[in-house]
């Protein structure tokens, strides 16, 4: 069994930046493909990133956000830069093993494993 235990959500000012960290413990941290997805309050949980065999970006967050993995650390990171009040909402880590085919990856169902969320909010 899998857990995932995100941390770096906060409060933050329209055009600032956050890192978000999400520690992965139960698993190979290897073989796992990893992912952030987000959510509004209200709104469906939406795809943001995942490191699979390449990374993946969702379009409306390319070029300002930047996912990364530390595997001596068993940790997944989101850097968020330049961000802005459309990017609000429950941040969650989620993981699997195997890999899967990357048009795959913004599908939540396919992610068998998922943190407990951490809050971010951009104020303008």
């Known amino acids: 069994q899998v857990q995932l235990v995100e941390s770096g959500g906060g409060p933050v000012q329209a055009g600032g930046s956050l890192r978000l960290s999400c520690v992965a413990s139960?698993?190979?941290?290897?073989?796992?493909?990893l992912a952030w997805f987000r959510q509004a309050n209200g709104q469906e949980r939406e795809f943001v990133a995942a490191?699979?065999?390449?990374?993946v970006y969702a379009k409306s967050v390319k070029g300002r956000f930047t996912a990364s993995r530390d595997s001596g650390k068993n940790t997944v990171y989101l850097l968020m830069n330049n961000l802005n009040p459309e990017d609000t909402g429950a941040y969650y880590c989620?993981?699997?093993?195997?890999?899967?085919?990357?048009?795959?990856?913004?599908?939540?169902?396919?992610?068998?494993?998922w943190g407990q969320g951490t809050q971010v909010t951009v104020s303008s």
């Open positions: 989620a993981a699997r093993s195997p890999r899967i085919v990357s048009s795959s990856v913004g599908t939540p169902s396919v992610w068998t494993y």
């Open positions: 139960g698993g190979t941290f290897s073989t796992m493909a």
């Open positions: 490191l699979n065999y390449n990374p």
